[in-house]
């Protein structure tokens, strides 16, 4: 289980043209591959490591080769070599986090169900921060038992919880008169429309 990930910047040279041209970029292997890319500039190449993460994880760097090497960092939620420099997950997270991140704005999440006596069931799904909608690939064959509580967790391991009411939307907090005169926090749904958003 030592499959973890190297990133070295890395300056290309070419050793057998007569003008040696010279190029910028980085290496990355594991034990099951390598991947390289040489169209960073010089600068871009010589970034501190964790700006040189971010970046290469940036749309205009990322490819496929990269995205499946890192998935493994994800799964396991483990550090990474950069440049010889180890950074914990915890350093990473937020670069993997991004990275997660649809073209369309919404999130990975994973969609989690506690039934009755703690059984849970997860099932992946992803998130819209714009909506609070949750879209999940639901199991048809949900146990018939009492739901204890539903909600999302990302993969920095924050949770939100999912309305109990529609079970599409996210609660948020809410400031609620009560007593006349006194303001209550309450959760209500993201979902306008929904019984529950306290409107
Ligand atoms: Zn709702």
Redesign the pocket.
């Known amino acids: 289980m030592s499959n973890r990930v190297n990133i070295i910047a890395t300056k290309f040279e070419d050793i057998s043209t007569s003008d040696r041209e010279t190029t910028f970029g980085y290496r990355a292997f594991d034990d099951g591959g390598q991947v390289y890319c040489n169209t960073l500039t010089e600068e871009q190449a010589s970034l501190p490591d964790l700006e040189l993460l971010r970046l290469i994880c940036s749309e205009d760097f990322l490819n496929d080769e990269l995205s499946a090497m890192l998935q493994f960092t994800r799964d396991e939620k483990t550090g990474i070599t950069i440049n010889g420099n180890w950074h914990l997950w915890d350093e990473i997270k937020d670069i993997m986090f991004e990275e997660e991140g649809q073209d369309d704005g919404t999130v990975s999440v994973m969609f989690v169900s506690v039934w009755d006596g703690g059984t849970e069931i997860r099932t992946s799904g992803c998130y819209d921060p714009k909506t609070g909608r949750v879209e999940s690939q639901k199991t048809s064959d949900a146990p018939v038992k009492v739901l204890d509580r539903e909600y999302i967790e990302f993969l920095n391991g924050d949770e939100m919880d ?8 996210v ?1 948020k907090t809410a400031m609620k008169e009560a007593d006349g005169t006194n303001l209550e926090q309450v959760e ?4 306008p ?5 306290g409107a």
């Open positions: 999912v309305c109990p009411v529609c079970h599409e939307y609660l209500v749904c993201s979902n429309d929904c019984e529950n958003s």
